[in-house]
């Protein structure tokens, strides 16, 4: 009977160590639960917001010693000419034709902007960013990379608007 006793014990001491104190993990299953549609909610559309380069505004004039500018219907090439020149030189570190780099790209700046405000923001690029809303508005677009000023006479300035104009 003593030697059941120990069998019977040693037996009960190893179903139980090899039964309990473990817990099992639950392997990860792939399963697919088909979800319910949910309902939709009317509502509103909101306004696309569009970016200050890409936005048209041709009735501010900005801030600045240009009030008003007569363009002629034709382009004057020998102006261009000059103001693609001093594009070159003055205005490249910062501003390629046609892709945005640290300013905007000129191209089709006619289209969005007046020739007012064009000639003011390369005559007075510091009173313009802080004081015409738009030009605030690229500053911060931008990167908070205020435009340079170059120093451009209003003649050069002329110019480089006239070369803008064969951006197209």
Known sequence: MRTSLKL???????ALIGC???EEKKKESFSYDKKTPKTETTTTPK??????????DLTSKGVG???????????????????????????TACHRVDKKFI????????????????MNMILNPEQMV?????????LMEFNGSPMANQNL????????????RTLK
């Open 130 to 138: 802080k004081e015409d809303p738009l030009a605030k508005e690229l």
């Open 47 to 56: 306004e696309e917001v569009i970016s200050a380069s890409k936005r048209v």
């Open 103 to 118: 300013g905007p790209a000129p191209t089709g700046i006619m289209a969005r902007r007046t020739p007012e405000w064009i």
């Open 153 to 164: 006479t209003e003649d050069e300035a002329r110019a480089v608007l006239e070369y803008f």
């Open 65 to 91: 010693p240009i009030t008003s500018v007569v363009l002629d219907a034709n382009i004057d090439q020998a102006m261009a000419d000059q103001g693609a020149d001093i594009y070159q030189k003055m205005c």
């Open 20 to 22: 309990g104190g473990k």
């Open 8 to 14: 019977m014990t040693l037996l009960f001491a190893i």
